[in-house]
């Protein structure tokens, strides 16, 4: 039995015991890594630059790219650097920090997405009040508060699960330090505490959740509505990126701290957690360019541009 008190480390889950897997963990993260600082960045610089894309949605494009790279960068390269030197362990204050700032930038990515369901709202079905609704003093506002809810979430969450007792050792089953696995540690009856706020914070979720759905359905009712085949594509390529970076978040997410422990299992907690941590940041700039033609023509431009100067 320990005591936190005397806790000064906890160990990582390793995702194998082989050193060469080992090292082909690293390479893989390596290159995700490294492909989501790069579609991210060129996202933040291409709105940033172009000024065609100085519009609410992609203001909102460039604090969700600001978030992605923050919350690969939290666990990512911890996981990389044990994966290289053959070892698990985190100091206390580094899980605390990871547990915190996890929190933090997915709370805050969340509730911005919510607001990015509103902006397509307002922008299809209220187009006339588009500039009254969404000018830039109310999205700046806006973001402020998402980015506000992630960094109250995660004191909540970080300062109630570290004052906890842990009774049960300091392996955490999981790359990076994530409450499930915490809480796991404590002793019995102590944890309760936490489980009511990861209740709290669920309702909080569940209730984004719903107003996103209801904004999609009265989108998609207005979208069918309208009698042009080039402007339902039009709405769809603006809406349906969004959609699937929302459906990959939540599902993972709510899988990862609502599944019932019957099911749950170290590889099964592993693979949830790179789905929800690890692919989102990577693939959500691919997602949203993939369709958009004005972030296809920045990001060209901004890559000629590029070569013009190299030469």
Known sequence: MSNSSSITHFLLLAFTDTWELQLLNFWLFLAIYLAAILGNGLIITAVACDHRLHTPMYFFLLNLSVLDLGSIS?????????????????????????????????????????????????????????????????CVHMAAAAWGSGFLHAVLHTANTFSLPLCHGNAVNQFFCEIPQIL???????????????????????????????????????????????????????????????????????FAYLKP???????????????????????????????????????????????LQCQ
């Open 74 to 138: 939290t666990t990512v390269p911890k996981s990389m650097d044990n994966s290289l030197w053959d070892t698990r362990t985190i100091s206390y204050s580094g899980c605390a920090a990871q547990v915190f700032f996890v929190f933090f930038l997915f709370g805050a990515e969340y509730s911005l997405l919510t607001i990015m369901a509103y902006d397509r709202y307002v922008a299809i079905c209220k187009p006339l009040h588009y500039g009254t609704l969404l000018g830039s003093r109310a």
């Open 184 to 254: 796991k540690l404590s002793c019995s009856h102590s944890y309760l505490r936490e489980v009511g706020l990861v209740i709290f914070s669920t309702f909080f979720f569940f209730a984004c959740f719903v107003f996103i759905v209801v904004s999609y359905v009265q989108i998609f009712r207005v979208v069918l509505r309208i009698p042009s085949q080039q402007g339902r594509h039009k709405a769809f390529s603006t809406c349906l990126p969004h959609l699937a970076v929302v459906s990959l978040l939540v599902s993972t997410g709510m």
């Open 261 to 307: 422990p019957s099911i749950s299992s170290p590889s099964l907690d592993l693979v949830v957690a790179v789905l929800y941590s690890v692919v989102p940041p990577a693939m959500n700039p691919l997602i949203y360019s993939m369709r958009n033609t004005e972030l296809k023509e920045a990001l060209q431009k901004l890559f000629e541009h590029g070569l």
